[in-house]
Structure formats: C-alpha cells, structure tokens
C-alpha cells in the first residue's frame, strides 16, 4: 500500500534530514560520520578501574512502544530500522533496536513499515529529541514516560534517570539438566518498580550458545551503586508443560569486579555473572 497523501512521506523524510545536518554540522568534526556506531562497550572498567572513575548518573531505557497509527497504517505491522541513543562519551550511536528489512519485527523507531516491495516501505517514525540529565535530576529515582507523536504514529518512551549510578552486565550459562525450555529473565533494581527484559522466548525455546551461554536481547541495566539492590530472575517451563517455575537471586553492587550466583528451576540449573563497572 502507498500512502494516499505522499507529502507525509516528504515531511518524515525532511525531518529526518535536518536532524542529521544539524548533527553533522555539531558533533562531527569530533565524534566522525553520524552512523558511526560507538566503540564503547559494556565493563569497561570491570577489571581495573581508573583513580578518576566514579558514579554518575545514568539513563536507563526500559522501552519503546508504538502506541497509535495514524493514517492508512493498520495492526499488525512489520517493523526495521533502528533506535538508538547517544551520550556525552563519544556522542556516537548505541543501538536499542536494530533491524534490517529481511529481519523486521511483528507488532500485534528511524522506523520503517514494511510493504510488499521495497518501494512500498513507508516510515513510521522519525523523530530525534535530547535529554538534559543535568535539568531532570530532580526527577530521577522513578519511571517516567515520553510521547513522541509523529504524523503515522505514536511511541511512548519508558525511562528512569538513576542517580549516582554504576553498570551491571548479566550473563546466565546453562549448568546441568535440560535445555529445552521456554523462558523469561528479568532485571529488577530495588529503586525502579520496573522490570528490565533480558530475554522473553515466548513459545520458542530459549536460545543457547554452544558453550551453554544463553543468548540475552539485552544484558546491561543501569542501577544505583549506594544502597541498590539488584535481582536476576527466571520464569521457566518445559517445551509441553503450563507449568512456569521461578528463582531469583539478590546482587548487591560494587564498583567494580564480578559477583557469581545460581540458579536452578529444578530440570535446569544455571550459573550467573554480573559484571560491575564505573562509567567515567
């Protein structure tokens, strides 16, 4: 399908444009072209932090949710593109959603719909926004939501500005009984009443690496380093069986180092390792 008025695709599409001059025009010079994807990874200091390392305040992004189509876009639609954020580090993209066309998700943003033909993708989204940490830090400590309202959608933005915080990378390695389950992992912190998704199979099995790794959506959330809290959870069951069962562990962070735990649902167990680090 096209769209009947071809001037929303043109708008999009502007908008889009001067974001990426204004970008460009800004930040280039230092941080190098505007899809340069950025080279900072998670534990960057887990080993051995520098003297000059220290909490800082952090965003955490619990999700993205297209709320409401407008125009001739209808549900289900198929969804690639990408979202993603930039920081003061290295200004350069860290990728929340990354999808190509042949790899679209299902929904029951740079976002595009898919049609039956290249030529009849259409975008859904393009929007571009900055976040003050400085001017909302009296707003940190709860979730907060954003709606970014475009001329063929609506997304609501889920975030949380943690305060005094550190990084935590979650790794959960299959130990001991069977692998084919379906699964759900969580991340909770004691601060946010909101959970973190690692990974949600679904119906399908939980996807296992050969070296018993389970391959996480995501594995870094952000939490508080003075007094948080932070929990690994499992809900679990058999390829089969309604029945879920579930454990959780209890990490208590440290600036940097590991910390090592189990997990056992009674037909599998798993180890887990979270990987504390300083940002700056």
């Not at 009849?120 to 907060?144: P, V």
């Not at 209890?250 to 887990?272: A, E, K, W, Y």
């Amino acid at each position: 399908m096209r769209p009947r008025d071809g001037s929303e695709e043109k708008e999009l599409l502007n908008k889009l444009s001067c974001y990426c001059r204004y970008w460009t025009d800004l930040w280039s010079d230092d941080s190098g072209d505007i899809a340069k994807r950025t080279e900072i990874g998670p534990m960057r200091y887990t080993e051995e932090p520098p003297r000059f390392a220290m909490l800082l305040d952090l965003l955490e992004v619990f999700s993205f949710e297209v709320t409401e189509l407008r125009g001739i876009l209808r549900w289900p639609i198929d969804v690639f593109g990408l979202i993603s954020v930039r920081d003061s580090l290295d200004r350069n993209r860290n990728y929340i959603f990354e999808r190509t066309r042949n790899n679209c998700q299902t929904l029951t943003a740079k976002l595009r719909v898919k049609g039956t033909s290249p030529s009849e993708d259409k975008i859904l989204s393009a929007e571009a926004f900055g976040y003050n940490g400085t001017a909302q830090r009296h707003r940190c400590g709860s979730l907060r939501s954003m709606m970014l309202s475009g001329a063929r959608s609506t997304l609501e933005f889920n975030y949380a500005h943690i305060p005094v915080a550190l990084e935590a990378t979650i790794s959960v390695r299959i130990t001991g009984g069977l692998t084919g389950f379906c699964g759900k992992f969580i991340a909770h912190t004691a601060s946010i009443k909101e959970d973190v998704i690692l990974l949600d199979s679904g119906e399908e099995m939980v996807a296992i690496s050969h070296d018993g790794a389970i391959d996480f959506c995501r594995s870094v959330v952000a939490l508080q380093g003075n007094g948080g809290v932070l929990t690994v959870s499992v809900h679990a069951r058999q390829s089969g069986d309604e029945n879920i069962i579930c454990a959780y562990k209890h990490f208590i962070p440290v600036r940097c180092g590991r910390n090592h735990d189990t997990l056992d649902v009674g037909f599998c167990q798993m180890s887990v390792e979270v990987a504390w680090s300083l940002i700056f």
